[in-house]
């Protein structure tokens, strides 16, 4: 017999920029610090009683292999009988990792699950192929894992392997959204999430990193204008629109997420925040990776038994401002419901920590609105996408 699917708590660090205040730290160190946070945070429940721990990394490569889930688990000192699992969906893998952590709670398998992500984008380390053939004679070339297309298989058309820019600048031309909307709403971006700072918005939802000096989002640039981000160099060819304004940056980071049954608020010692409702995950060609949370999240609107007017509240994470504003006009949605709190152009965009983010940042706005329905959705590279849709049992009452 199935059950409903609740999200309980949620935590993540602030957010660093590449190279920036969190490079120091190790990914796995960063996962393990979200983890013990968001359990001290309930300490009625038994660490024991976590039926399972699933991450979602986008890169893996470096100190994130070899399950940095489990690792997580470890370092973090939860009992070595909670067990550990990495989910890489991309930049939709802690909201991949979610998805999962519900389906297990109804399908009866776990009663309390704990999901997120974790992306150190500054440490992802350069790669070498190994030889084809023993002591080359030729020069091999370091391969950076930082982002994006890495080893490309041959055999891969190469419409589909276009860089991330490059491929939202076709959608640029597909849709004609022109470069002052997309700088538009990046300045919207940084405006709302500074405000959403100062306003202590994040205070509940962010745990600073010991040893670190970064008690808030590192990319947040409260000073930027139109006329700013304006005289800034297109970044993908003298013609483009894509810019290291409008765009989000590189980052580290990470999130975490309880997730339990109803059942659970009694061991967990805390109320529910949000009923995990509907999910929808899609997929299209890879160079229109940008737009494919607009089915995703039809999907999931479909799932949960709702329509685009019953929502009060979407969190889309802001890859590209070009592919949001896509997302937005397909959707027809008000635009003023949308990241409320900032996106991840301005609070930054670690890859395997984003959708944890998302998601919890839309639990604290539906409860803050008193909104009782929201979306959110998330572009991932090589042409998918994820949405998932929560309702605030405190509007549903």
């Not at 329509?307 to 969190?315: N, Q, R």
């Amino acid at each position: 017999m199935s059950t409903s699917a609740f999200l309980y708590d949620a935590v993540r660090t602030p957010f660093g920029r590449y190279g920036g205040a969190l490079a120091g730290v190790r990914p796995d160190d960063l996962a393990a610090h979200v983890l013990r946070a968001l359990l001290d945070r309930s300490p009625r429940l038994d660490p024991a009683l976590v039926a399972e721990v699933v991450l979602g990394n986008a890169n893996g490569a470096g100190e994130d292999n070899r399950n940095v889930a489990r690792m997580a688990v470890l370092l973090a000192g939860l009992p070595v009988t909670v067990p550990g699992s990495t989910v890489n969906r991309l930049c939709g893998s802690s909201l991949d990792a979610a998805m999962a952590a519900s389906r297990m709670v109804e399908t009866g398998d776990a009663e309390v699950v704990v999901a997120g992500g974790v992306e150190s984008m500054s440490r992802a380390p350069w790669v070498l192929p190994k030889p084809t053939r023993p002591f080359p004679a030729g020069n091999e070339t370091l391969v950076s894992t930082t982002l994006g297309w890495r080893l490309v298989n041959p055999q891969m058309p190469p419409e589909w392997t276009v860089s991330l820019g490059e491929a939202n600048e076709l959608l640029q031309q597909r849709f004609a959204i022109s470069r002052a909307r997309q700088d538009a709403f990046a300045v919207r971006s940084h405006e709302l999430a500074h405000r959403a700072w100062e306003e202590g918005f994040y205070d509940a939802l962010v745990v600073p990193v010991a040893g670190t000096e970064l008690p808030r989002d590192e990319g947040i640039r409260p000073d930027s204008s139109l006329e700013s981000l304006g005289g800034l160099r297109p970044a993908f060819g003298p013609d483009g629109t894509i810019t290291a304004g409008n765009a989000s940056p590189l980052s580290d980071g990470a999130s975490a997420l309880l997730v339990g049954s109803e059942a659970a608020a009694a061991r967990i010692g805390r109320e529910p925040t949000a009923r995990i409702a509907g999910r929808g995950a899609s997929a299209l060609e890879p160079q229109s990776f940008g737009y494919a949370p607009v089915e995703a999240a039809e999907r999931a609107l479909r799932a949960a038994g709702i329509g685009w007017s019953d929502v009060g509240a979407v969190e889309l994470n802001e890859a590209f401002a070009v592919q949001s504003l896509a997302c937005l006009d397909a959707w027809k949605v008000d635009p003023e419901i949308v990241n409320t709190r900032g996106g991840a152009i301005a609070l930054g965009h670690p890859l395997g920590a984003s959708g944890g983010r998302i998601l919890g940042t839309l639990a604290a706005v539906l409860r803050e609105r008193g909104r009782r329905w929201g979306v959110a959705a998330i572009c991932i590279g090589v042409g998918q996408g994820l949405a998932v849709v929560l309702e605030n049992p405190a509007a549903a009452a």
